[in-house]
């Protein structure tokens, strides 16, 4: 695991402090799951609103069972795209910060 100290040398200050404020948080997913056309994925949250999803989108969406934290998605991400620890976490961030937006997730 990284320390905050060794994020805050390789990342920008507001991103490590988002991350701290949620790393121990476990989103939960809300919609349902209508399928997938090539490399779209479909959730609705309700009949009047469905989203596309890229691969990423939606695999961090099923990520979000409650279970997971924010730091267990992270290091789940780094490990299976085989990429630095640190490289996916301003991502993880904003793909969870637009999905809570819209409704797809709730901390």
């Not at 100290?5 to 920008?12: I, Q, V």
């Not at 961090?60 to 780094?78: K, P, Q, R």
Request: hydrophobic share 35%; charged share 35%.
């Amino acid at each position: 695991m990284s320390s905050e100290e060794e994020l805050r040398k390789k990342l920008d200050r507001g991103v490590v402090d988002r991350y701290v404020e949620v790393r121990s948080t476990k989103p939960t997913r809300r919609g349902n799951f209508l399928g997938v056309e090539e490399d779209k994925f479909y959730v609705a949250v309700s009949e009047e609103e469905v989203y596309e999803l890229s691969p990423l989108a939606y695999y961090i969406w099923a990520l979000c069972d409650g279970e997971h934290t924010v730091e267990d998605m992270a290091h789940n991400i780094s490990e299976n795209a085989n990429v630095e620890y640190y490289k996916v976490i301003e991502p993880l961030l904003v793909v969870l910060d637009e999905m809570r937006k819209v409704g797809l997730i709730e901390y």
